[in-house]
């Protein structure tokens, strides 16, 4: 339960930086902050690797690169499933995913606990 709490507050926060450093993607509140990250998360357990396995063919032949349009796409359903959570474009949403997918990695890295036993 950590874990998932540790997970979820990471890409809220990683969400509220995007919103704060790109002007294409909005959030209304706290609380629709909240609901977005938990929305976001879901997808990104779920929905996109059922997108994943269904784009292969296309993944490879782009070399990796429709990975990232999944990616906005993930992005653009969670704005179009919470209100008050906003994005203007299929590109901000890219830049988006882009941006939450690094500040979540980014602190990710720091809430890992490692072993240090010999």
């Known amino acids: 339960m950590a874990r998932f709490l540790v997970h979820w507050f990471s890409i809220a926060l990683a969400l509220l930086v995007c919103t704060k450093i790109l002007h294409g993607v909005r ?4 609380e629709t902050l909240a609901v977005a990250a938990l929305v976001l998360g879901f997808i990104n357990a779920i929905v996109k690797p059922i997108l994943v396995i269904l784009t292969l063919p296309i993944t490879v ?28 474009s299929f590109g901000w949403a890219m ?8 500040v979540s990695w980014f602190l990710g890295s720091f809430a890992r606990r490692q072993d240090w036993r010999p």
């Open 95 to 102: 830049v988006g995913s882009l941006v939450v997918s690094a």
């Open 61 to 88: 032949v782009t070399l990796g690169l429709f990975y990232f349009v999944i990616n906005g796409l993930a992005f653009m359903l969670a704005s179009a499933i919470v209100p008050g959570f906003a994005v203007d």
């Open 27 to 30: 959030v209304d509140s706290l």
